[in-house]
């Protein structure tokens, strides 16, 4: 046992250049590599990526990556070709149709897949990989798997179809944020088949929770601005409406010496790019975002981050302050909060799924569809535009028609009965997912006006005790700002006011109030 210990540390050595395991990482493995199926949840930072990377560097065969997190391939793709691993490709939607389809066709010549869970449903990729000798099936952030989990995903119910294609190898599930009932749930998904566990503590000891209430909304820049005068260090501040996030950058930055961005999924690709290198680089200090930012961006010296408004559940807010301190220095995350905040994670939550009267409307004109041509469009847009709907919603809804036979690839079959009783489930599932989603919205909101230690009651539906902080606690346990020494990032001799013109002319386009989700 030990010289395979031993082994498993020296290939640790070679590939990554590290001298021993994290937490979990060894047992993980070791599993993986005897052909066992694995959930895993460790807590964010804590290089759940090797978990599986290392494994398919050692298996004779293909590991699929399935991941949401499109920057997350991005830049797990560079680093290990930067290793030079260059057995290791990403197929996801920033790719034009030249790029996928070149990938599709020399897949059998990789290690190591990331993929999409939209892409992974396309026919053409699933035909391809049925001829494939897959060694490895990994599901990250498998929370979205589970229609209990804080970012549940149609296109992941659809993950155990496509493990039977691959021969059911052996699976390795992760995530940070999975509570137990959310564990069984993913199991259960994948068709019940033996899982291992492999659960460890996910609270982060090295980061400070704070929340600072105000009256009025104007009063969160006037706190926002001193902290960042005081406090050189890389930062995040995380907004759930796009356009405010634009407005209080362009705010920011006209009342600091400070190099301050803006990064939203309305953005173009390849300024969100830009934005995300120069902040990994030092060359921005400060990045007002949405949730698209952050996810797989794995910076170590993240100190502080900031919540503008009110996030809808407690795993995100858990995920983006993870971002903090992956380093083990002493970090902060500060949530800003105003009693009207509670309306913008209302509307989104009302957002997320159609509403009653656009379920009928959508009904209608698939019926349309079906009396004019039996089959739907071929643009998804020109679909989402006619039925006045998001992408989001548009996948839902596809995802539950396909399933009830009602969508056919592209072609629509109707049967008056069927559709009544499929119309039926649809709105009770909305129904009680508004419920769930409502809950988690009174969790967080308890959370807020906890007056107890507030590390203890963030982390108590994930595991049943916390580690006491190794930096300060909480605001409610005598944290202090004047006990925060953190190593100051070197100011820029001179600014590059050119640089901030041109990027406070992009800040000025944006959509009001949406919610970020990479679907």
């Known amino acids: 046992m030990q010289h395979h210990v031993d082994y498993l540390k020296q290939k640790l050595t070679d590939y990554f250049g590290y001298d021993s395991f994290r937490q979990g990482q060894l047992e993980i493995i070791d599993d993986i590599l005897t052909g066992e199926n694995v959930l895993g949840v460790l807590p964010t930072g804590s290089g759940k990526s090797v978990c599986y990377q290392l494994p398919a560097m050692l298996l ?9 997190l499109i920057s997350l391939m991005m830049d797990q793709v560079k680093q290990l070709k930067a290793k030079r691993w260059k057995r290791v490709t990403a197929i996801n939607s920033f790719m034009d149709r030249k790029e996928r389809e070149q990938v599709l066709q020399s897949l059998h010549t990789y290690q190591l897949i990331y993929v999409s869970p939209e892409l992974l449903q396309q026919e053409m990729f699933q035909s391809r990989l049925k001829t494939l000798h897959v060694r490895l099936f990994v599901i990250d952030e498998a929370h979205c798997i589970s229609q209990w989990g804080h970012e549940f995903r149609p296109d992941y119910m659809r993950l155990k179809q496509i493990i039977a294609h691959c021969n059911y190898p052996p699976i390795l599930a992760l995530s940070a944020t999975a509570t137990p009932k959310v564990q069984t749930d993913i199991i259960d998904s994948l068709g019940g088949l033996p899982f291992t566990k492999h659960i460890y503590p996910i609270d982060r000891t090295n980061i400070a929770f704070c929340i600072q209430k ?5 009063e969160k820049v006037i706190i926002l601005t001193e902290i960042l005068q005081t406090y050189r260090v890389p930062s995040l501040i995380y907004f759930s409406s796009r356009q405010k996030a634009e407005e209080v950058a362009v705010t920011l930055a006209g009342k600091l010496n400070r190099r301050i961005a803006v990064y939203h999924g309305g953005m173009e690709q390849h300024d969100r790019i830009s934005i995300q290198q120069q902040f990994m680089s030092d060359q921005i200090d400060v990045v007002c975002c949405t949730s698209a930012f952050g996810m797989g961006i794995n910076k170590p010296d993240i100190r502080l981050i900031i919540h503008y408004h009110l996030t809808t559940q407690m795993e995100s807010y858990i995920q983006e302050v993870g971002r903090a301190g992956r380093d083990g220095a002493a970090s902060v995350s500060l949530l800003l909060y105003c009693n009207k ?8 939550i009302s957002r997320e799924l159609p509403e009653k009267h656009e379920l009928v409307t959508i ?7 079906y009396d004019q041509e039996k089959r739907l469009p071929l643009q998804e847009e020109e679909m989402t535009q006619q039925l006045n ?13 396909e399933k009830h036979g009602i969508i056919k690839q592209n072609q629509i079959y109707y049967h008056s009965e069927t559709w009544k009783k499929v119309y039926q489930q649809i709105d009770s599932y909305i129904v009680e997912r508004n419920k769930i989603k409502q809950t988690k919205l ?4 308890n959370w807020v006006h906890q007056t107890d230690c507030l590390r203890k009651h963030l982390y108590k539906e994930f595991q049943l005790s916390y580690h006491p902080a190794t930096f300060q606690c909480c605001s409610n346990c005598g944290f202090s700002w004047e006990n925060w020494n953190p190593p100051q990032k070197q100011a820029p001799d001179s600014m590059n006011y050119s640089w901030q013109e041109k990027l406070k002319q992009k800040l000025l386009i944006g959509a009001i109030y949406e919610t970020e989700r990479l679907y």
């Not at 105000?214 to 104007?218: A, G, K």
């Not at 009904?363 to 569809?369: A, I």
């Not at 709907?389 to 028609?401: A, L, N, T």
């Open 60 to 68: 004779d065969g293909i590991t699929i990556v399935v991941s949401p």
């Open 214 to 218: 105000v009256e009025v909304e104007q």
């Open 341 to 348: 905040d509670i309306q913008l994670p209302k509307f989104i």
């Open 363 to 369: 009904f209608q004109q698939l019926k349309l569809w």
């Open 389 to 401: 709907i998001s992408e989001i919603q548009w996948r839902f809804i596809r995802y539950h028609f």
């Open 442 to 445: 009174t969790h967080v909101l």
